[in-house]
């Protein structure tokens, strides 16, 4: 979603400047923390990693509250590529990663 300077113009600026702000959040930076590292091992964004499905797009407030900030962190493949990222990735800002590896689901009992 890319906001045109015309559009701008259309929407209050304050409205704008949330926007923008929001935006900014969806953007991770990095370098690769050395020559032939796999980019494929950075999965990206949490909030980017899935799709709400047309008729679920009201639940979508919902998953926002519930998640919060987990929404921006960012999944890697294991720990070495987020301990390669934390030392040699140039981040542009603080961010947490999680590895795929260390994920361990909850589940309920049967009873519940």
């Not at 030392?87 to 689901?105: D, E, Q």
Request: with cysteine; aromatic share 8%.
């Amino acid at each position: 979603m890319a906001l045109l300077l015309h559009d701008c113009l259309l929407i209050p600026f304050q409205q704008y400047m949330q926007t923008k702000q929001n935006l900014s959040r969806l953007n991770f930076e990095y370098s690769d923390p050395y020559p032939g590292f796999d980019r494929r091992s950075v999965k990206g964004l949490t909030a980017l990693l899935f799709k709400l499905d047309e008729e679920n797009a009201d639940k979508a407030t919902a998953l926002e509250v519930v998640a919060g900030g987990r929404l921006f962190n960012v999944v890697v493949q294991n720990e070495k590529v987020s301990s390669d990222l934390l030392k040699n990735g140039k981040l542009k800002k603080r961010v947490t990663l999680l590895p795929l590896n260390k994920i361990s689901p909850r589940t309920l009992s049967a009873e519940v």
